[in-house]
């Protein structure tokens, strides 16, 4: 069974601190994709990133930066100089592999980080 | 380019009634998928619509139904609603079945009650 577990269900930084989201995901899948979604209080979820399970690099855009270890099973994720504007919901999500039935995604439970001023 | 659109944006009904919850997918998406949030938790993958036929379920019974229209909007319909049904409905389109085509695209969702 997929499973993704996001052990930190909240998160309080002040500003300009860096922070780090955890997710471990569980999957007997070969080939898999992983996904960070961030939700607002409007509560549209917004795609952050994608990584599929054959790409180990770690990524980087801008303040957010993404730590990918198959070995642990961890996609973990990092802001930087943390803003005000980051509070929100982020989710960690898992496919469950990559084709007709691959827009199934198993969710984390989330993480509410809120970032004081 | 216009993204997902969900209507409506809230809704109250009462146990037992019916429920129909309308998506209209983002500009050149052709495939959407229903998620279930409720307060507090991750979102559940309800189905998947592609080319107008379900094509993939989660863990839902079959009280929770869809469909998909040629124009590939959808419709989420629930039939005898029970409290728990509480929650927010997320609808969600990409281009093509596979996530390697392309990631989901969220809308703001559907805000439904249960008294």
């Known amino acids: 069974a997929q499973k993704v577990t996001q052990a930190q269900t909240e998160i309080s930084v002040v500003e300009k601190e860096d922070v780090t989201l955890d997710c471990v995901y569980e999957?007997?899948?070969?080939?898999?994709?992983l996904f960070w979604y961030k939700q607002p209080p409007s509560g549209e979820l917004v795609f952050l990133i994608r990584?599929?399970?054959?790409?180990?690099q770690n990524e980087i855009s801008g303040r957010y930066s993404w730590n990918f270890q198959k070995s642990t099973s961890s996609f973990n994720f990092t802001i930087t100089a943390s803003q005000v504007v980051d509070s929100a919901v982020y989710f960690c999500?898992?496919?469950?592999?990559?084709?007709?039935?691959?827009?199934?995604?198993?969710f984390g439970g989330g993480t509410r980080l809120m970032v004081k001023p | 380019e216009t993204g997902v659109t969900q209507s409506p944006t809230h809704l109250i009904k009462t146990r037992g009634q019916q429920v129909t919850l309308r998506c209209s997918s983002q500009?050149?998406?052709?495939?959407v998928s229903w998620y279930q949030q409720a307060l507090g938790q991750g979102p559940q993958f309800i189905f998947q619509?592609?080319?107008?036929?379900?094509?993939g379920r989660g863990n839902f019974p079959p009280r929770f139904s869809g469909l998909q229209f040629p124009n590939y909007s959808s419709e989420l319909n629930v039939n005898a609603l029970e409290l728990d049904d509480s929650a927010l409905y997320l609808c969600?389109?990409?281009?093509?079945?596979?996530?390697?085509?392309?990631?989901?695209?969220f809308g703001n969702g559907t805000r439904l009650t249960v008294t």
């Open positions: 969600a389109s990409s281009a093509g079945q596979g996530v390697y085509n392309s990631p989901l695209h």
């Open positions: 999957t007997r899948d070969t080939t898999y994709y």
């Open positions: 990584r599929n399970s054959f790409d180990e």
């Open positions: 999500a898992l496919s469950h592999g990559a084709n007709n039935a691959g827009n199934m995604l198993t």
């Open positions: 500009s050149g998406h052709n495939t």
């Open positions: 619509y592609y080319r107008e036929e379900e094509n």
